[in-house]
């Protein structure tokens, strides 16, 4: 029998300057995710959840997604791929929305890697610095944002582990 771990996120000798990840699956997202995001984070503004003044009102005619899900959904799309296995999100340097997403929109995300370095102060870790692109099904960019991100070299980080032991004794 073999046992199988699935990767979770990468360490510092793992990510190459350049490299794209591409984030799979996509999700299409709901007027129920918009209204439940709005409520939670206590964003009432009627562009997200009042249909009569979007279209009557609003530039678009029609509900827009609050920005801070597209991000969310982006991010946390990001995290299997890059940041699972990461120390600590140090700073968001830079966010962008450049076209705005609608109920039924479908989004998808993609990371490239744009810096590592090995940390001055502690060997067992270094700071990676990537950007996240979010494209909608129309393949129009509707989130862009620029973060940094602890992470553990492979030699240093804690090994997994689960508060059980499997039947199989692995």
Not at 152 to 168: H, I, N, V
Request: charged share 25%.
């Amino acid at each position: 029998m073999t046992v199988h771990e699935r990767p979770f996120g990468r360490y510092l000798e793992d990510f190459e300057i350049g490299d794209v990840y591409k984030h799979w699956p996509g999700k299409t997202i709901t007027e129920y995710d918009d209204h439940l995001f709005c409520m939670i984070t206590e964003n009432h503004h009627p562009l997200h959840s009042d249909a009569w003044f979007a279209e009557t009102q609003a530039p678009h005619g029609k509900n827009v997604v609050v920005g801070n899900l597209v991000y969310s959904l982006a991010l946390g799309m990001s995290v299997p791929d890059v940041s699972g296995s990461c120390i600590a999100n140090l700073e968001v340097e830079e966010l962008k929305h450049q076209h705005p997403t609608f109920h039924g929109d479908t989004i998808y995300a993609e990371t490239k890697v744009l810096d590592k370095k090995e940390s001055g102060s502690k060997p067992d870790r270094g700071i990676v610095t990537v950007e996240t692109r979010a494209f909608n099904q129309r393949g129009e960019e509707v989130c862009y944002f620029r973060r940094k991100l602890m992470v553990w070299k492979r030699d240093s980080a804690p090994p997994r582990q689960r508060p059980y032991t499997s039947p199989e004794g692995a």
